[in-house]
């Protein structure tokens, strides 16, 4: 049963702290996203991969996040410094051909 | 820049009623998916609508497109309460543009 996993799935810190959270997407997925949600802004992209080159982050804070793909097995999604603004539920999701699949999310809470 | 809006947001209905939740969008696009959610849960693929007139049905939902319109609806048949959940519209914009666009949501509470 093919799936895209996501860790941790649940992250306190304090604002100030760095954040890195990770994905594996499904096993010959090509294209990688990383999505947020907030009750505010609903969901929202921040980047996306193809062939594990960055193609979009004009959704990402620049100064303050980042996001890469070292490998086909492993995205990742930084943070650093984290402010309480940043808390959110943070999705992984893979596509295939036009099926789009999403993880379980990181929930994140900066305090 | 596009835009997706979902009607109702809210919806409270009965058991064995019937229910449509429309979705527009500002911009021309041949793709259209739909997601539920779950309260606490990621969002599960429910349809992905790849052409105009396209229609698709699993159990009690059926899901269409009309490219045209810039409209797709969800249609509830005879709802049951196992069906309340969030459920969300996605564009996809395509011309390069890989991510989908979200509607904000339609909150489907089915009471017995």
């Known amino acids: 049963d093919a799936r895209v996993t996501q860790t941790p799935r649940h992250k306190v810190t304090e604002m100030g702290q760095e954040v890195t959270m990770r994905c594996q997407p499904i096993l010959g997925h090509n294209t990688v996203f990383w999505y947020r949600q907030t009750m505010m802004q609903g969901l929202e992209l921040l980047a996306y991969f193809r062939n594990r080159a960055p193609l979009d982050d004009s959704g990402m804070p620049k100064d303050r996040f980042s996001a890469e793909m070292p490998d086909a097995t492993l995205a990742t999604l930084k943070i650093q410094p984290s402010e309480p603004r940043d808390s959110a539920v943070y999705f992984c999701?893979?596509?295939?051909?036009?099926?789009?699949?999403f993880g379980p999310g990181t929930r994140l809470t900066v305090t | 820049e596009l835009k997706v809006e979902q009607n109702p947001l809210f919806l409270s209905m009965q058991e064995g009623k019937n229910y449509t939740i429309y979705c527009n969008y500002s911009?021309?696009?041949?793709?259209l998916y739909w997601y539920r959610q779950d309260p606490g849960k990621s969002l599960e693929s429910l349809f992905v609508l790849l052409s105009n007139g396209a229609v698709k049905q699993e159990g009690r939902l059926m899901a269409s497109l009309d490219t045209k319109a810039r409209l797709s609806t969800l249609h509830i048949t005879a709802a049951v309460h196992d069906l309340s959940a969030t459920y969300f519209c996605?564009?996809?914009?395509?011309?390069?543009?890989?991510?989908?666009?979200f509607g904000k949501g339609t909150h489907l509470i089915i009471q017995p």
């Open positions: 996605a564009v996809y914009s395509g011309g390069g543009a890989d991510g989908l666009t």
């Open positions: 911009t021309t696009s041949d793709r």
């Open positions: 999701a893979s596509r295939g051909y036009y099926e789009q699949y």
